[in-house]
């Protein structure tokens, strides 16, 4: 009976001590858009570095930029996964929504511009978008500029060759597609190999046709940050560890993968894999990529309404929470 007693009384001691443990970690809301490049951040769920950090971080699939802005703003989530050209865009006064205390900064990278050009099954080349729709996120930012410039690169213009229609994030873009509301969107992996599997084509990558992009990248509130110093350092080691783990771990990066993205075969999963860690696709060490920043900013002032001298890239960037959460 005594050993009953203290094996009950051990299991007691452990079961509270998790209990307290998990009731310690402190609530994140993530916001980000959809597809494979989340797996950094799937991982620090999955694998515990998040957890390691004290937190306890839920990742929620925005329905597109204004939306994800407007939470954000609004103190909804505290952390996010969105396009560089957007956090430019609202910084500048010129994304769907205004905010007069704007203070979101992209502080690591997420990927250098891993998306695709995808067209309907009856748009076989590039010459066939004439005299049709192309779909976008917004109009001046979320890789719009990125599908003006390739088609530009082809001689085919935006506003005299085809029409645009603003829809929203990657899943909103593919079920235009899907309707035939439009025949031609920039659309991020798997979905762009799911439906090239369909019958899609999948036109270019957009990463070779312009070269050096920051694509996506984690973003906050300075505001916030400077309140929850620890929650913020704490991210950025998560993110950064996590991404390393990727690079070094193919098997355990692929479960996650698995577990995370539906209705893809194994080979599939490891080419998607593959494509994640080679070139242009998600940022060693989850650092901003620089060159690729200048990339975003030039197209902005060829297609936004970005006029004048190039703004510092500390106007939308903020590498001192890397550095900090490095030198611990």
């Known amino acids: 009976m005594k050993l009953l007693v203290a094996g009950l009384t051990g299991v007691f001691a452990i079961m509270t001590s998790t ?11 993530m916001i980000s858009f959809g597809g494979a ?16 950090e004290g937190l306890k971080v ?4 925005t329905a597109g930029s204004e939306a994800q802005f407007r939470d954000l703003m609004a103190g909804k989530y505290q952390f996010a996964s969105t396009a560089f050209d957007n956090i430019v865009a609202y910084t500048e006064g010129q994304g769907a929504a205004k905010f007069d205390d704007f203070d979101i900064k992209a502080i690591l990278g997420v990927h250098s511009g ?7 099954p009856e748009i076989k080349t590039f010459a066939d978008i004439k005299g049709k729709t192309v779909s976008v996120d917004a109009l001046t930012s979320g890789y719009a500029t990125v599908l003006y410039q390739i088609l530009q690169n082809k001689g085919i213009l935006k506003d005299r060759d085809y029409k645009v229609i603003t829809v929203g994030s990657t899943d909103a873009r593919m ?12 659309i991020s992996s798997p979905q762009d190999l799911q439906a090239q599997r369909d019958g899609y084509n999948i036109l270019a990558d957009a990463a070779v046709e312009i070269g050096a992009y920051q694509g996506s990248t984690y973003a906050l509130r300075l505001s916030w940050a400077k309140a929850h110093e620890k929650e913020a350092l704490g991210l950025t080691r998560a993110v950064i560890a996590a991404t390393d783990w990727v690079f070094a771990n ?5 479960e996650v993968l698995k577990s995370r993205v539906k209705g893809m075969s194994d080979s599939e999963l490891s080419a998607l894999y593959d494509r994640l860690v080679g070139p242009g696709g998600l940022n060693p060490h989850a650092e901003v990529n620089l060159k690729g920043v200048e990339q975003v900013l030039k197209l902005r002032s060829v297609y936004g309404e970005a006029k004048g001298p190039t703004p510092p890239v ?12 490095k030198a611990k």
């Open 19 to 29: 209990l307290a443990g998990a009731q310690s970690l402190t609530p994140i809301g």
């Open 37 to 52: 490049t989340n797996l950094p951040a799937w991982t620090a769920v999955d694998k515990g570095f998040f957890e390691k």
């Open 58 to 61: 839920t990742i929620t699939q």
């Open 114 to 120: 891993m998306n695709s050009v995808l067209s309907r």
């Open 175 to 186: 079920k235009s597609l899907l309707d035939n509301t439009a025949q031609m969107a920039i």
């Open 250 to 254: 193919k098997a355990g990066a692929l």
């Open 314 to 325: 500390t106007r939308y960037v903020d590498t001192s929470f890397a550095e900090r959460a």
